[in-house]
């Protein structure tokens, strides 16, 4: 699932080749992807993009009479840019906005339909879509502590949750923990002062540095390739791998469709995470699915 370095990374292509430019038709393949009726799609055409904004893990397009276009890519949503007017080939092509200069093409891998379109007008439609997470780059430690701790929860389900953390999933969330040195199924309530300076530090770090090097390479190019498995990342995906830190193989906890990688001799004093009482653990704490997880909202 794009997380916040991706959807910056997104926001920082688009924003040379739509901004200030009308979209001039909207093309759906699929009628399950528009989640809105109201204002009709057709009340977009000829509008002039004004801005992009990030909104946790959505795109949100903004454009004249104060309407938005609101995208959640979700799993195996993409995005690509083609040349303007360019045919939806295939079953995974979901829908193409057209732009004088070119076309922005979304398409989802697999048979599940989980992206959505959604169509708002006015700042309060579009402020009612955000789950409410923090931002952690303008929150100090206090907010982010308090954040954190509304519920004793393990760290990487409050890292992963949407009303508590804006943009971070399963593959930032495991670089995260790994940066900090703490594992990934400590209670939040548990973290000591030193621990909680820690983990705010890494969240920000491994977030920066990823925000950094994804937006300098869509500068160059289109994102047409994004992925949660890097090679440069340090546990994420790298089962079986060296930890680029101690030289330990990493380990991985899988459960529901999750999956967590972690350093056992940097982040668990040593101890393999893979028991029976951890999977009720984390089935007591996770949602199901990732679906149900980014269907959170702040109440």
């Known amino acids: 699932m794009p997380e916040l370095p991706d959807i910056a990374a997104y926001i920082i292509a688009l924003e040379s080749r739509i901004v200030g430019q009308p979209i001039e038709h909207i093309r759906l393949a ?16 000829g509008r002039v993009v004004r801005e992009l904004r990030r909104i946790g893990k959505r795109i949100a397009i903004g454009l004249e009479a104060d309407l938005w276009l609101v995208l959640h890519l ?21 829908a193409a906005f057209d732009f004088p200069n070119g076309s922005l093409v979304l398409t989802e891998a697999g048979a599940k339909r989980r992206a959505s379109l959604h169509l708002f007008q006015g700042e309060q439609s579009l402020r009612d879509v955000d789950p409410g997470g923090i931002d952690v780059f303008a929150s100090d430690l206090e907010s982010f502590q308090a954040a954190l701790t509304v519920e004793n929860r393990t760290l990487k389900r409050a ?6 953390v804006s943009g971070i999933g399963n593959a930032y ?13 400590m209670l939040t309530r ?3 002062p030193a621990e909680w300076e820690r983990l705010l530090a890494a969240t920000r770090a491994v977030l920066q540095r990823w925000i950094d090097q994804l937006k300098s390479e869509a500068q160059a190019k289109f994102p047409e390739k994004v992925t949660a498995f890097r ?3 340090a546990v994420h995906g790298k089962f079986g791998q060296p930890c680029p830190r101690c030289g330990e193989k990493i380990q991985r906890i899988r459960y529901a469709d999750n999956e967590t ?15 029976r009482g951890l999977s009720r653990l984390l089935g007591a704490d996770w949602p199901r699915s990732l679906d149900e997880l980014e269907a959170l909202k702040r109440r």
């Open 159 to 164: 890292l992963t949750d949407p009303r508590i």
């Open 231 to 233: 090679k440069d990342m």
């Open 190 to 192: 548990k973290l000591t």
């Open 261 to 275: 990688n972690y350093c056992a001799q940097c982040q668990t004093g040593g101890k393999v995470l893979a028991d």
């Open 30 to 45: 699929s009628p399950f992807l528009l989640r809105t009726v109201e204002p009709p799609l057709s009340s977009v055409e």
């Open 74 to 94: 979700m799993i195996a949503g993409r995005l690509h840019w083609r040349i303007s007017g360019a045919k939806l080939a295939g079953r995974n092509q979901l």
């Open 173 to 185: 969330s495991d670089e995260i923990l790994h940066a900090a040195q703490l594992s990934p199924i």
